[in-house]
């Protein structure tokens, strides 16, 4: 009897194990910074993550050379945080909407970061990100999106896994 009950318990008690991610935009000059952080309780397996800023209010491009698309100043993809959890490096060219990174694995609380400057084609301050101006960009986390809201983060709700 006592044995049911304890079972009976934890099923209704247990929450299923997450492995979410969460990606944060933050705006500063000269270098933009993205980083990407598993917020959940179970290891992210091998993966892809794509920053997609196609849908972005604004037209966001990544400025990564002194000519092209661009404006004003602009810097290079640069790895500043997490690297033993990346595969491969991206390359990225001026004008482009998207980069996406490999990782090998992220545990709970692990993260990466990467610098690089973000400029928008709509006018507005085409140095200077607003959250207006990233809302609905994309981030994918293999066949799994999620949305920027204009609080510069987008949440990639995950599959339940095993911890």
Do not use: Y
Request: hydrophobic share 40%; glycine share 10%.
């Amino acid at each position: 009897m006592r044995f049911s009950f304890l079972l009976a318990s934890a099923l209704v008690f247990s929450t299923p194990a997450v492995a979410d991610i969460v990606v944060r935009f933050d705006e500063s000059a000269p270098k933009d910074r993205f980083t990407i952080t598993n917020t959940g309780n179970c290891a992210l397996p091998l993966t892809s993550v794509t920053i997609d800023l196609t849908g972005s209010a604004a037209g966001l491009i990544f400025d990564v050379t002194g000519s092209g698309a661009g404006v004003s100043v602009f810097q290079p993809f640069q790895l500043v945080l997490g690297g033993e959890h990346v595969s491969t490096l991206p390359q990225v060219k001026d004008g482009d909407r998207a980069v996406s990174l490999k990782l090998k694995g992220l545990g709970p609380n692990q993260r990466v970061a990467f610098t690089i400057d973000v400029d928008d084609t709509a006018g507005a301050s085409e140095t200077m990100v607003s959250g207006s101006e990233i809302k609905g960009a994309t981030v994918w986390a293999g066949k799994v999106s999620g949305t920027f809201g204009t609080d510069k983060i987008a949440r990639v709700k995950l599959p339940a896994c095993t911890s």
